[in-house]
């Protein structure tokens, strides 16, 4: 390799800090350098890389593949980039420890293989794979002006071997300074953007596609209804005993309203501390609870969990866990599917006591909503009998609908809904329904998350879409929090009508991925997983090396370093035994014009070649040539030798012609 010694080495050693992969990079890292210090070398030649060059990109499918299966998007994809140059190792080993000092472009572009001027582009793969090297390192998003300066570091080396030599090295480390500075504070301006981004606009930039976002700590009326045609099944939920259904799989609460936003005020995470190995207590059971397996999956990592009203304790993998007093349950895992169990006991009191949020209703409603309350006489109520009539309420003269009208003049959405439109989606049903609560005196909250209402027997369990996405209320009655729901129930199979025609291949491939990921455990190490499946991939590329260099005999460990002076490649089929016959017939006065081809040039003379030349021999000849040449595939060992023998053979009887 053409780099400067150790060069390689440093950019392993960057990669391993930010990834922890010692044993990888150190591996790599001895292989490569290793080879400056022996001078053997494998008679490796154009074909072989086509070769190595097909099957590394076999292999980057395949992991690329595997990391979306297990992790998603866009996890995977940085995986992918940080394991890159481990995929492509057995290329920079060929060009290391072989006699070919450049790679012809034939090699990573099918289409130049049969081109007989692909030859003349080709480049030492040295450079090119070190800095994939660097990009790897780069992919782990670490930011910090340590690694910042190590990278300039490592960069600079680089550049100075490669520098002009005309060059003033004042004014050239100088340059090198003042590029180095400004891509630290272009790299320091583009965090402060992306944050900017992230706090300004975080409906834009949510895994679910909504502002509905369980990780933040409000939601807008009416976007829940951006993911009511989306058909992507999110969660798959199986129950072992009888539970209400449609099961509600909470995620996330809201205590205050404001306009048309509910926020989680005082609400603040806090940590739990797990009961036993993997098991998180979150309250105390009051009779036997029921288990409910939910299979999830964190397209950026520290999930919220969606889980059942009554939720006592979860057993989960997770580091830890966190939990306000509104009932949002956060784990902190790293992205990629995960599955957990949830413990269910109706009757407990899972969640948190009410406070005076709990109560509130904002100014600008409270007239219309005191107004509504006095007609359907809820003031002096007990809980369950306010809770029936706002039930009764909502099921005489509403409907649903996904679509929500432009509203007049100075109106609210809520006065809309309540006394224009009369119809709307969860959203509505759910916030009119906690006011009209609380304007009884029933503390009351606002919940969003899932419904599973949907049973695949194909999967043995519920299937849970993003269209399933749902919102509804909390009431706290008799000392527990129970869920109302006042959504009229066509509401699922209103949205179903709409599902998309290619939905059932959506749905196989998404039964076809969940499976993938629980045939290989489920592993969430993304490390280990990635090593793994990379060091198969490698054994796999060392016994391809070896069969391939078996094919093409003879495997030849030569002794020396091609000469440095020599700059174009080796061109495959250069030491054909034609070339000899070509020189003989040139000698006796059937030169070959420049330009011209073997075979233009064997129909040219053929009708005047000396005595006992027969242009049939020629020809066997030239096909032989040609396939060594030009063919990826090569001559096989028997082939080769025919060409040999053939060529010496005609040289023995026509050379002194």
């Not at 074909?47 to 992790?71: E, M, P, Q």
């Not at 869920?483 to 066509?490: F, L, N, R, V």
């Not at 629980?518 to 499946?533: H, I, K, P, Q, Y």
């Not at 054909?576 to 040139?586: I, T």
Request: with cysteine; glycine share 8%.
């Amino acid at each position: 390799m053409n780099t400067p010694p150790l060069l390689i080495a440093a950019a392993c050693t960057l990669w391993v800090v930010q990834t922890g992969h010692w044993l990888v990079a150190v591996a790599a890292a001895i292989a490569l350098e290793s080879a400056r210090l022996f001078p053997l070398r494998w008679n490796v030649t154009q074909a072989h890389f086509n070769h190595l060059s097909d099957f590394c990109s076999v292999l980057i499918v395949a992991v690329a593949a595997y990391l979306y299966f297990t992790f998603g998007n866009p996890r995977a994809l940085l995986l992918l980039v940080q394991w890159l140059p481990v995929t492509l190792l057995p290329l920079a080993l060929a060009q290391a420890w072989g006699n070919l000092p450049k790679v012809g472009a034939a090699a990573f572009v099918w289409t130049m293989r049969k081109d007989p001027a692909a030859g003349r582009y080709a480049v030492n793969l040295a450079y090119p794979y070190f800095v994939v090297w660097l990009l790897a390192a780069s992919a782990t998003n670490s930011r910090g002006p340590v690694f910042y300066a190590a990278f300039v570091a490592i960069a600079v080396c680089a550049l100075w071997a490669v520098r002009p030599k005309r060059s003033a090295p004042v004014l050239w480390v100088a340059l090198v300074a003042l590029a180095a500075g400004g891509g630290y504070a272009s790299h320091q301006g583009l965090a402060r953007l992306q944050g900017w981004i992230e706090d300004a606009v975080p409906g834009w930039l949510s895994a679910s596609g909504t502002r509905t976002d369980p990780y933040e700590n409000r939601t807008d009326l009416g976007h829940i209804g951006e993911l009511k045609w989306d058909d992507a099944i999110v969660l798959r939920v199986q129950l072992e005993g009888r539970l209400k259904t449609p099961l509600l799989l909470h995620r996330a609460s809201y205590n205050a309203y404001f306009g048309t936003t509910w926020v989680a005020r005082n609400a603040q995470l806090t940590y739990r501390q797990p009961a036993a190995a993997e098991r998180w207590t979150l309250a105390r059971a009051v009779s036997s609870p029921v288990r409910v397996t939910v299979f999830d999956h964190a397209p950026r990592g520290s999930p919220v969990l969606s889980l059942p009203s009554g939720t006592v304790e979860v057993a989960l993998a997770a580091p830890a866990i966190k939990r306000n007093g509104l009932g949002t349950v956060q784990a902190e895992i790293p992205p990629g599917y995960f599955s957990y169990v949830a413990l269910v006991d109706p009757a407990a009191a899972a969640d948190g006591k009410p406070d005076e949020e709990d109560l509130r209703v904002p100014k600008i409603e409270e007239a219309l909503l005191a107004r509504l309350a006095q007609d359907l006489n809820l003031t002096g109520r007990s809980p369950e009998r306010a809770v029936a009539e706002v039930r009764q309420f909502f099921v005489r003269g509403f409907g649903y609908s996904t679509y929500q009208p432009h509203r007049d003049g100075g109106a609210t959405a809520l006065a809309d809904f309540l006394f224009k439109t009369r119809a709307g989606h969860c959203e509505y049903f759910a916030t009119a329904t906690v006011l009209l609560l609380r304007m009884a005196g029933v503390p009351a909250r606002y919940a969003t998350g899932f419904a599973a209402l949907e049973y695949s027997r194909l999967e043995n369990a519920y299937v849970v879409r993003a269209r399933h996405a749902h919102a509804w209320a909390k009431a706290y009655v008799n000392g527990s929090w129970i869920d109302i729901d006042t959504t009229p129930s066509i509401w699922a199979s209103a949205e179903a009508q709409d599902a998309s025609w290619w939905s059932p291949l959506a749905d196989f491939w998404s039964w076809f991925r969940f499976n993938l990921f629980r045939l290989t455990g489920g592993g969430r190490d993304e490390g280990t997983v990635a090593a793994l499946w990379t060091g198969i991939g490698l054994v796999l590329a060392a016994w391809l090396g070896w069969r391939l260099y078996r094919r093409h005999r003879p495997l030849v460990i030569g002794s020396g370093r091609q000469s440095k002076e020599r700059t174009e490649p080796a061109v495959t089929g250069s030491d054909s035994e034609f070339f000899l016959v070509e020189r003989a017939l040139a000698g006796s006065g059937y030169p070959r014009a420049p330009g011209e081809s073997v075979l233009e040039w064997l129909t040219r003379i053929s009708s005047r070649l000396p005595a006992g030349v027969e242009r049939a021999e020629l020809t066997e000849l030239v096909a032989l040539h040609y396939r060594y040449r030009f063919d990826p595939a090569g001559l096989a060992p028997a082939e080769r030798d025919l060409l040999r023998s053939a060529a010496r053979t005609w040289l023995s009887r026509h050379a002194a012609q």
